[in-house]
């Protein structure tokens, strides 16, 4: 007989696999609509169980998940990875800008110096 849970709350579960560091975090992501399991959106109380797929939008991105064990109590990071299987996008690459600096020691920018730096950074 296997001893776990078949089925547990939603915010519960997002908590405890480490999607959201406060279960509170998980209940109001679920009250402002951020959380859907299998395509429609659901409250706290809504059960989730294995096979389930649960998407989050939070932050730049969407995460979504797939439930493959039922977690009611936070645990560690490898078992809570274990629970679920992370289907999500890569995250966009980030664009790295390069930084105009002064030489060391050129002094203070004339006028002219700083309506260019002004005019760089959209000011």
Not at 44 to 70: F, N, P, Q
Not at 71 to 94: E, F, H, I, N, Y
């Amino acid at each position: 007989m296997t001893g776990g849970p078949t089925s547990a709350r939603v915010d519960s579960w997002l908590w405890a696999v480490r999607l959201f560091k406060t279960r509170s975090q998980a209940t109001a992501a679920c009250r402002a609509g951020h959380v859907r399991v299998n395509g429609e959106r659901v409250k706290a109380a809504t059960t989730v169980t294995v096979g389930d797929e649960v998407r989050v939008r939070g932050g730049e991105r969407e995460r979504i998940v797939e439930v493959a064990k039922i977690l009611v109590k936070r645990v560690g990071a490898p078992v809570a990875a274990a629970a679920m299987v992370d289907r999500s996008p890569a995250p966009l690459p980030r664009e790295v800008y390069a930084v105009p600096r002064r030489d060391r020691g050129a002094g203070r920018p004339t006028k002219r110096d700083r309506r260019e730096i002004e005019r760089l950074r959209g000011y």
